[in-house]
């Protein structure tokens, strides 16, 4: 099938949509676990070599745990809501988010290589966000129009899932504004199909004057697999700095074990610890919530263990403030 396409795109095509095929390809029975009877508007999603870093046979793998959809997820949570980061009063434009000074989000896509449960943005009203051609003309004049801005962010949905003549487009009209001194990409997608990393998208990079800023998301050390780390030895090649945010989950990577393989991991691939997001209270998500109380006890057991510069910085978000709110 589809041979002509590259390969990160055949891959994405063969990404599991069905729990029955997963539960199939990992040993599970999926009459034995309590699932969402049905996820329509978020459904399942998960490249292969995600699911292949998982351990098959166990219900409890803490990637596994990332993508399957439970009936946990019905269970009503006070203070979970739909727009729990408040992004949608701070849409300048449509696929514009200026929130923070300095800084500027544009939102490239509504879609992901992987649906992750816990995500806030499973919400989001992403059919009004895309960016389109004229869509990213206006968000351009935009950032073009305020000298302040100094850093551009690609972000989603996962930016590079955009295909590489878009994406060089877009980074290319970017770095074009000559205000703009950064610029920097969100994305799941090095660590969930690292085939995405590919010539081209190494060569738009290489060929940016901007430093580039390439912030991954990856919250076990598990997820880290050869073809993770060979794609962000190719990103560190092209001079791009690499950082690390994740989501502090319970039953995922709630102890400091966990945290601790995962932050040593990450340095061993070239990327920095940069953010532990507290779980942002959308709908549907409460399950995965750490407490507040447990969260400070695991980054004071993180700073007895790790030198500073592998410490994450715990964060978040609240709606309305300047910037992400520092907890530790
Ligand atoms: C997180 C975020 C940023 C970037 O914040 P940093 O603290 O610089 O990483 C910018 N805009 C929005 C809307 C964000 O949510
Ligand atoms: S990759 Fe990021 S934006 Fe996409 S579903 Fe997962 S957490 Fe959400």
New binding site residues.
């Given amino acids: 099938m589809n041979t002509h396409l590259p390969l990160w795109q055949r891959q994405l095509a063969e990404a599991f949509s069905s729990v029955a095929d997963l539960c199939r390809y990992l040993q599970l029975d999926p009459a034995s676990l309590p699932l969402l009877p049905h996820c329509k508007d978020f459904a399942l999603r998960v490249p292969r070599g995600f699911a292949d870093c998982m351990v098959a046979g166990d219900p409890n793998d803490p990637l596994l745990r990332q993508i399957l959809p439970l009936q946990d997820e019905l269970e009503h949570y006070p203070g979970f809501s739909h727009d729990p980061?408040g992004?949608l009063n701070?849409v300048a434009e449509a696929g514009v988010?200026h929130?923070?000074q300095g800084?500027v989000?544009l939102i490239c896509t509504g879609a992901c290589a992987i649906n992750c449960r816990y995500c806030f943005r499973r919400h989001f009203p992403y059919a009004d966000q895309q960016l389109s051609k004229q869509k990213l003309q206006q968000a351009l004049t935009y950032i073009a129009a305020r000298p302040e801005i100094s850093e551009v962010?690609l972000s989603g949905g996962d930016p590079l899932l955009l295909k590489d003549d878009k994406l060089s487009y877009l980074l290319e009209a970017v770095s074009e504004i000559s205000h703009v001194r950064r610029i920097r990409i969100h994305s799941r997608i090095p660590v969930v199909l690292p085939a995405r990393v590919n010539p081209d998208l190494l060569e738009t990079l290489h060929k940016l004057p901007q430093p580039v800023v390439l912030v991954l998301h990856a919250n076990h050390a598990n997820e880290l697999s050869e073809e993770v780390a060979n794609a962000c030895r190719s990103l560190k090649q092209q001079n791009v700095t690499l950082l690390n945010q994740s989501v502090l989950l319970q039953g995922i990577n709630d102890d400091s074990q966990t945290l601790l393989q995962l932050n040593e991991k990450l340095f061993s691939l070239g990327v920095l610890p940069y953010?532990l997001h507290c779980l942002d209270r959308a709908k549907g998500v409460g399950h995965f919530e750490v407490p507040e109380k447990q969260a400070l006890a695991l980054m004071q057991s993180l700073q007895e263990q790790l030198p500073g510069y592998l410490v994450p910085k715990l964060v978040k978000?609240q709606a309305g403030a300047a910037?992400?709110i520092r907890l530790a």
């Fill in positions: 980061v992004d701070a988010i929130k923070y800084r989000l962010i953010y978000e910037h992400k």
